[in-house]
């Protein structure tokens, strides 16, 4: 008997995410803005609140699943994750938009309780999507996206760990490394440049936008 090999996994790439965002109402703008520029899971999603919430930094301390609420699946996983600017100013027109509340669940839609991440992805984002062109790859497609993009930018492999909040159990020394956090916050601010160039280029499409699509599109022949 063989065993089941794993599926294809599937990441947004920051074009992409820029598109998605461009096109979503505020809440779930505001959720795929999480999940995609700090990389919370799911469950991380549900559980956040507004006292959790700095203005440079998102701090994990609980996870909700159906009405179950636990703190983050790992002692790595209960960190704070940065907010670059990009992210910081959609929460911030998001929670003026809410009342601009000091405490409470921060993603909710109106009675206070956590909203169901799942459904709003099945119900709203699919079918923004649709209208698109991209296919729906769930939440986690997001966490990816947000590795790969680091990965891009040059970031190196314990900083993505760090960002991600992930835990390697297999090498338990990793667990107590800690990355420097000037060199967190350089990685993330090369997603922020990132994604000003990719908003400049498409105010102006010219030689900008052809360059940047000519080097991500384009590759020279093997020789």
Request: with cysteine; net charge positive; proline share 5%.
């Amino acid at each position: 008997m063989h065993a089941k090999e794993p599926g294809e996994t599937h990441a947004y790439d920051l074009v992409q995410v820029l598109q998605i965002l461009e096109r979503l109402p505020l809440l779930e703008k505001s959720l795929v803005a999480a999940a995609a520029l700090a990389g919370l899971r799911q469950r991380e999603l549900r559980g956040l609140e507004w006292t959790d919430y700095t203005g440079t930094e998102l701090v994990v301390k609980r996870s909700i699943w159906m009405s179950v609420v636990n703190p983050p699946k790992t002692r790595a996983s209960r960190n704070s994750a940065p907010v670059i600017p990009a992210l910081a100013e959609i929460l911030n027109e998001y929670r003026k938009s809410m009342g601009s509340p000091e405490a409470g669940v921060v993603f909710h839609s109106g009675d206070g309780l956590p909203i169901c991440v799942d459904k709003v992805g099945r119900r709203v984002i699919r079918r923004v999507l649709e209208t698109t062109g991209l296919p729906w790859y769930g939440w986690h497609a997001f966490r990816r996206g947000l590795a790969s993009n680091l990965y891009e930018i040059g970031a190196q492999d314990k900083v993505v760990q760090r960002i991600l909040r992930h835990s390697k159990p297999h090498v338990t020394r990793e667990r107590y490394i800690k990355v420097f956090d000037r060199t967190v916050l350089d990685a993330v601010d090369k997603v922020q440049a990132r994604i000003e160039e990719l908003r400049q280029a498409k105010k102006r499409p010219t030689a900008a936008g052809t360059e940047i699509w000519r080097r991500r599109n384009c590759r020279e022949p093997r020789r």
